[in-house]
């Protein structure tokens, strides 16, 4: 079975500080691994994605992720955070391409000026 | 890109009646589409998968006959509540990953809908 675990529900960074959140999974197969973001009362949009390509992966809005098979952990990073990245996170797994989807609880950023 | 859209973006009924919800891909065809649940403050929670012309694959503890899936064509798939109560007032999103290159192993959202439930 697969799960996903986002470590902290909140968290909280200075504009311009950098952003970390945290995710690991589970998969007893190769995984698919994906970032989105959702702002309030939106739909998900996707950040970025890891398919076995390279493990480090840039997405969108300056964010990346590096795949860690030994620690079994997909983190997304930005270098500098933005007021306009505060936003709900969400880290999911997928066993096949295109497939259902397990969801990690989301991690809220808040962005302080 | 790859774009899903739903209609309605919001929707308020009496307790009793049905609700239509559509999803569109709008550049791409949607091989498979998923419908999600999602309660405030929390995670999103997968209801059904659906392939094209067939019948969806309903998540344990998902009343089909309640939340009725119909993905008639490679671009449309849609919700109906039935019989809506207020504990059916959420936030509906679906999603939709398709057969073309970068949309296979990807699923796209659409902006959801709010349905509440008087």
């Known amino acids: 079975a697969q799960s996903v675990t986002q470590l902290g529900s909140h968290v909280s960074v200075s504009e311009g500080a950098l952003v970390l959140l945290r995710c690991n999974y589970s998969?007893?197969?190769?995984?698919?691994l994906f970032w989105y973001v959702q702002y309030p009362n939106q739909g998900l949009q996707l950040l970025l994605k890891?398919?076995?390509?390279?493990?480090l992966v840039k997405g969108i809005n300056g964010f990346e992720a590096e795949f860690k098979k030994s620690e079994t952990s997909f983190h997304l990073t930005k270098p500098s955070a933005h007021m306009s990245d505060a936003a709900e996170y969400f880290c999911?797994?997928?066993?096949?391409?295109?497939?259902?989807?397990?969801f990690g609880q989301g991690t809220e950023l808040s962005v302080k000026p | 890109g790859a774009v899903v859209s739903q209609h309605p973006s919001r929707v308020i009924c009496k307790s009793g009646t049905s609700v239509k919800i559509e999803c569109r891909s709008l550049?791409?065809?949607?091989?498979?589409m998923f419908w999600y649940r999602q309660f405030p403050k929390k995670s999103l929670m997968l209801m059904a998968t659906?392939?094209?012309?067939?019948?969806?694959?309903?998540e344990q503890g998902v009343e089909k006959d309640k939340f009725l899936i119909n993905h008639a064509s490679l671009t449309l798939s849609t919700l109906t509540v039935t019989s809506a109560h207020p504990e059916d007032s959420s936030f509906y999103i679906c999603?939709?990953?398709?057969?073309?290159?970068?949309?296979?192993?990807?699923?796209?959202f659409g902006p959801g809908t709010r349905l509440t439930v008087l």
């Open positions: 999911a797994v997928s066993r096949n391409q295109g497939g259902k989807l397990i």
């Open positions: 550049d791409f065809q949607a091989t498979t």
């Open positions: 890891y398919t076995s390509a390279a493990t």
């Open positions: 659906s392939n094209e012309g067939s019948k969806a694959t309903y």
């Open positions: 999603s939709a990953s398709g057969g073309r290159a970068g949309v296979t192993d990807t699923q796209y």
């Open positions: 998969s007893s197969v190769p995984p698919y």
